[in-house]
């Protein structure tokens, strides 16, 4: 019987990092993307978002950050959805790499 | 509304189940015994928030599990108690 990933009271978690930091921008646009997504109507309410980290496959959870969780679960919901195409999401995502690649070239 | 199921002093066990939904029964406390501290009224459940509005509200019971049960390497007082709320559908009757 699998547990599910967010899971975790009572196992080992090594020294916990309690360095302060800044929100990133990136950040503040996923949040702000949820926010506009749930206005607009086009997912139902923070319950179908948590859902959406919990289903995440385990290696998934521990590697993605707070934020990027949020960013994975707003992506499938949206998938899911309809709103947004699996393909439009991958050919977006790929031109932003490819943009970052050339940045980080100059 | 029914009659509570589980009366304050009753022992009860935390169901061991896996459903892989959202539901706000920690791994750790699963398959624990304690009991009944107090009955805390009527609440939405957990499962059914996703795509809905936690119809029907179950009854909720906040459960004492003393620590040492608990943690296989717990070092505190043998008294010390955990205290945590779960529903009437997760709690099982201790014979």
Known sequence: ?106 | MSAPEFHVGQQVRISDRRPPVHHRVPSYAKGKIGWIERVCGMHGTPEKFIRGNGDPKRRLYRVRIPQVTLWSSYCGGDSDVLDIEIFEHWLEVVD
């Open chain 1, 1 to 106: 019987m699998t547990e599910l990933p967010h899971d975790l009271g009572g196992q080992d978690a090594g020294p916990i990092d309690l360095t302060e930091r800044d929100t990133a921008h990136w950040e503040w646009q996923i949040d702000a993307m949820v926010r506009l997504a749930l206005n607009k109507g086009l997912i139902s309410d923070f319950a179908e978002l948590r859902d959406g980290i919990e289903q995440l496959e385990p290696t998934d959870y521990e590697r993605l950050s707070y934020y990027e969780r949020w960013a994975a679960s707003l992506a499938y919901a949206l998938v899911g959805r309809g709103v947004v195409s699996r393909e439009a999401l991958e050919r977006k995502t790929e031109s932003i790499r490819q943009r970052q690649q050339q940045d980080s070239n100059k």
